[in-house]
């Protein structure tokens, strides 16, 4: 197939291995002294299991599988208010097919749609907008998630339905940014991580040299990568070649998407429609400043957290969940207690178990082999 298998080719990628042996080697990083990679972004946590790469990487090299997943780190509260707009008799709520399982304290929108609510999977916001226009009689509240690889398609939306002057649409605003996150995790005083495999698809948005501050003020090298695996061994090798040289910079494996400046209508689009929250709560992170949006007080008619009035209670996780640990880096996903036990896909209790790219579900699926080989080893 054009343009997946030039990036999936075995030759090529085990050429890209034996020079990150290479590295790995004239680095001294070993088993016990690795060096620690963390992947910002779900889809190169869900890459990096499926083809199994994690498995072929040197025994020197740990990645750690970072908050880049939308979807596994909405608190429940904001599903809660959710569901309750969705309760409403008015109301036809609308959301990508991912956020349908998220659960809430009580449910998940995928329950209130089995009890009886009118709850419908969209492919865009413009559906939503389409289905507003259709059912003048109902309002439609599109339920908007994700990083700023959503963020444009659902601003261009909201500016459509002001055009229009279209009085029943409306966004409940869960959108996140990336930045603020990176700077958060940066400043965790307990941080063990030597570089980052940034995001693409946030990056196809925002381009590279919001990153800046990560090598300039941290230290840290940090390298834009695709999503075949390609593509990610290649960002592993760009990342310790910048060891070897000791060098620190951020740089662009993923050109043939993403460019410098990233997609300057998207920027605009979201600038206008959109401002950063004070605070925005992150599943198994907590409270992160300025690391979510929300609408502009002159799109205040087209924004369900005002004209619904949610309750915005902050609920908290289980107890038994450490999901903040495996983002940190402090436990692998299968060191969490309830694991494969009380939390799996079809019944998940955290966050990162949620999303076929949360950390926990990845590893769930496709990573039984290394989990199984490091438990043998643990009882040696």
């Not at 444009?152 to 966004?171: D, M, R, Y």
């Amino acid at each position: 197939m054009k343009y997946i298998q030039e990036f999936r080719d075995p030759e090529k990628a085990k050429f890209l291995l034996q020079g990150i042996e290479h590295l790995t080697q004239q680095l001294n990083a070993t088993a016990e002294k690795p060096i620690r990679l963390m992947e910002v972004c779900g889809g190169h946590t869900h890459t990096i299991f499926k083809f199994g790469l994690e498995e072929l990487l040197p025994r020197g090299i740990d990645l750690i599988h970072g908050p880049g997943c939308p979807v596994c780190v909405l608190p429940m509260n904001r599903v809660d208010d959710c569901v309750s707009i969705a309760e409403r008799e008015d109301v036809i709520l609308t959301t990508f097919g991912d956020a349908m399982r998220v659960p809430g304290s009580h449910k998940s929108l995928l329950q209130a749609k089995a009890a009886g609510q009118d709850i419908r999977m969209v492919y865009s916001p413009m559906d939503a907008l389409q289905l507003a226009r259709n059912n003048p009689e109902h309002n439609v509240v599109f339920f908007g998630l994700g990083f700023e690889t959503t963020m444009p398609s659902t601003a261009f939306t909201v500016l459509q339905a002001k055009a229009e002057q279209i009085p029943n649409f409306f966004l409940f605003c869960n959108h996140i940014t990336i930045i603020p996150t990176l700077r958060a995790i940066l400043a965790d005083s307990d941080l063990r991580l030597d570089g980052f495999i940034g995001p693409g698809h946030v990056s196809m948005i925002i381009g590279t040299e919001g990153y800046d501050f990560i090598a300039s003020e941290h230290r840290k090298p940090f390298v834009v990568a695709g999503f075949e695996p390609l593509d990610i061994l290649q960002s592993v090798w760009m990342l310790l070649k910048q060891f070897e040289e000791q060098r620190c910079e951020v740089e662009n494996q993923y050109r043939r998407v993403v460019p410098t400046q990233g997609n300057l209508a998207a920027q605009q689009a979201m600038d206008q429609v959109f401002q950063l929250r004070e605070q925005f709560e992150w599943r198994g992170l907590g409270s992160i400043p300025e690391s979510g949006v929300e609408m502009r007080p002159e799109f205040v008619d087209f924004d369900a957290e005002k004209v619904f009035a949610v309750r915005d209670v902050p609920v908290v996780d289980p107890a038994e969940c450490q999901c903040g640990e495996v983002l940190k880096g402090r436990l692998k996903p299968w060191q969490c207690q309830v694991f494969g036990k009380s939390c799996t896909p079809d019944n998940p209790i955290g966050a990162l178990m949620v999303s076929s790219e949360g950390a926990c579900a990845a590893y769930y699926n496709y990573g039984s082999r290394w989990r199984e080989q490091a438990e043998v080893e643990a009882t040696l």
